[in-house]
């Protein structure tokens, strides 16, 4: 069976596990939390970052890499096009979603729980004491902003970051009006890439994920809940809903968990 080294709420990894639930592929999920399982993963693959896929004897490292490998090594449904313009047309919107969405939606992301107290609290596993919560809540902004800033991620590099998704949006959101799928009348990776890179921007409802009920449907505020963007969401949740299998039903998690992971 197929191994999947991941992080549940990693947005390169939902980005692997949509396509691998449009093709059907049966897969083990091995999770990688904090700890020492950094080195165990470096073993498996040579490097630290997740998603991992692991098939047999063959290891493949980046989201990238492991979509063009299981298009290759399982070509039923296959999510590149033939035609050669349809095809590059894929690959710049997946690079425009790894290296846009993802990296700005993470940026955003960190922005939120900066600025936002009770954003901050919403996101904490059900079991977290009250105590632990309203400490964590009761944390200034500007001390988590000043941390912010001594790592790149300061309120400049924030309003960039929130700026460029809000065009990203706004430019998916006119193309998919009136379209099922960005470039074919079929998904490609192009809508793999950016329907799981815009899994934090507002994480999606449904049994889809190992998470906290509560926080389901959460995003980050000013673009989730923004109406304009209304339709994208609309998209990728039916996307989600045709296409990505419910927790368990193609995946089955490991325990035996490799812990502490730089995320991709």
Same mark, same amino acid.
């Given at each position: 069976?197929?191994?999947?080294?991941?992080?549940?709420?990693?947005?390169?990894?939902?980005?692997?596990?949509?396509?691998?639930?449009?093709?059907?592929?049966?897969?083990?999920?091995?999770?990688?939390?904090?700890?020492?399982?950094?080195?165990?993963?470096?073993?498996?693959?040579?490097?630290? @970052?997740? &998603?991992?896929?692991?098939?047999?004897?063959?290891?493949?490292?980046?989201?990238?890499?492991?979509?063009?490998?299981?298009?290759?090594?399982?070509?039923?449904?296959?999510?590149?096009?033939?035609?050669?313009?349809?095809?590059?047309?894929?690959?710049?919107?997946?690079?425009?979603?790894?290296?846009?969405?993802?990296?700005?939606?993470?940026?955003?992301?960190? =922005?939120?729980?900066?600025?936002?107290?009770?954003?901050?609290?919403?996101?904490?596993?059900?079991?977290?004491?009250?105590?632990?919560?309203?400490?964590?809540?009761?944390?200034?902004?500007?001390?988590?902003?000043?941390?912010?800033?001594?790592?790149?991620? =300061?309120?400049?590099?924030?309003?960039?970051?929130?700026?460029?998704?809000?065009?990203?949006?706004?430019?998916?959101?006119?193309?998919?009006?009136?379209? &099922?799928?960005?470039?074919?009348?079929? &998904?490609?990776?192009?809508?793999?890439?950016?329907?799981?890179?815009?899994?934090?921007?507002?994480?999606?409802?449904? *049994?889809?994920?190992?998470? &906290?009920?509560?926080?389901?449907?959460?995003?980050?505020?000013?673009?989730?809940?923004?109406?304009?963007?209304?339709?994208?969401?609309?998209?990728?949740?039916?996307?989600?809903?045709?296409?990505? @299998?419910?927790?368990?039903?193609?995946?089955?998690?490991? *325990?035996?968990?490799?812990?502490?992971?730089?995320?991709?």
């Amino acid at each position: 069976m197929l191994e999947l080294y991941q992080f549940e709420v990693s947005q390169y990894c939902e980005k692997v596990r949509l396509i691998l639930d449009y093709k059907g592929l049966e897969y083990k999920k091995i999770e990688v939390t904090p700890g020492i399982g950094q080195l165990e993963l470096y073993k498996i693959s040579g490097q630290r @970052q997740v &998603p991992v896929l692991k098939d047999g004897d063959t290891v493949i490292a980046d989201s990238t890499e492991i979509a063009l490998y299981l298009d290759r090594k399982y070509p039923e449904k296959p999510i590149l096009p033939t035609d050669p313009v349809q095809r590059g047309q894929c690959l710049l919107w997946e690079e425009l979603a790894d290296e846009s969405i993802g990296i700005k939606g993470r940026t955003a992301f960190l =922005g939120a729980l900066n600025k936002n107290a009770n954003f901050r609290k919403s996101i904490l596993p059900k079991q977290t004491p009250d105590v632990l919560k309203n400490l964590i809540g009761a944390v200034p902004g500007e001390f988590l902003e000043l941390l912010g800033s001594s790592v790149g991620l =300061g309120g400049d590099a924030l309003k960039d970051a929130e700026k460029g998704l809000k065009q990203d949006l706004e430019a998916l959101t006119l193309i998919l009006e009136k379209k &099922p799928y960005l470039v074919t009348d079929h &998904p490609t990776l192009a809508d793999f890439a950016v329907a799981g890179l815009s899994m934090i921007l507002k994480i999606p409802g449904g *049994n889809y994920l190992d998470i &906290p009920d509560e926080l389901k449907g959460k995003g980050i505020p000013g673009i989730a809940d923004y109406s304009a963007y209304e339709a994208f969401f609309a998209w990728r949740d039916r996307l989600y809903e045709q296409y990505r @299998q419910p927790s368990g039903k193609t995946a089955t998690k490991s *325990n035996s968990n490799p812990t502490t992971i730089d995320i991709d």
